[in-house]
């Protein structure tokens, strides 16, 4: 279901977003809100030519009938989800908010980068033909 930093799908563009977030963690460093460093990201995207959309509203669906939608923090390139957190730890409701998310859409890779003390990154897959 989910691997770690090491599969192969859309390793490069995850290696980009990666790239990305060890700049902005190493110039903002910790203890701003989440904002900013999604706004951070979205900047240092933009920039390397990347396309990106934050806030990306993602219906959600049970039984072919709408429950409503969340707003992916970053879209990136329409191939992986990233959620942006500013906590001291990451915690395993985290890794299960970006899957659930990964579950909802055709989306199969998602990253979880935290700007916290220490910075954090997971990588999560979720394979289409699971879902």
């Given at each position: 279901?989910?691997?770690?930093?090491?599969?192969?799908?859309h390793k490069?563009?995850?290696?980009?977003i990666?790239?990305s977030?060890?700049?902005?963690?190493?110039?903002?460093?910790?203890?701003?809100?989440?904002?900013?460093?999604?706004n951070?990201?979205?900047?240092?995207?933009?920039?390397?030519?990347?396309p990106?959309?934050?806030?990306?509203?993602?219906?959600?669906?049970?039984?072919?009938?709408?429950?409503?939608q969340?707003?992916?923090?970053l879209?990136?390139?329409?191939?992986?989800?990233?959620?942006?957190?500013?906590?001291?730890?990451?915690?395993?409701?985290?890794?299960?908010?970006?899957?659930?998310?990964l579950?909802?859409?055709?989306?199969?890779?998602?990253?979880?980068?935290?700007?916290?003390?220490?910075?954090?990154?997971?990588?999560?897959?979720?394979?289409?033909?699971?879902?």
């Amino acid at each position: 279901m989910n691997t770690d930093l090491n599969d192969s799908k859309h390793k490069g563009l995850t290696e980009k977003i990666i790239k990305s977030f060890y700049k902005v963690y190493n110039q903002l460093g910790y203890g701003f809100l989440e904002k900013i460093y999604e706004n951070a990201m979205v900047f240092e995207l933009n920039k390397s030519s990347i396309p990106v959309i934050p806030q990306s509203p993602i219906q959600v669906f049970y039984e072919r009938e709408l429950m409503g939608q969340y707003f992916a923090d970053l879209f990136v390139a329409n191939k992986v989800i990233v959620e942006i957190k500013a906590t001291k730890n990451l915690v395993p409701e985290h890794e299960a908010q970006l899957l659930n998310y990964l579950k909802a859409t055709d989306i199969e890779v998602g990253l979880l980068l935290n700007f916290g003390p220490k910075p954090q990154i997971k990588r999560k897959i979720f394979d289409n033909y699971r879902k």
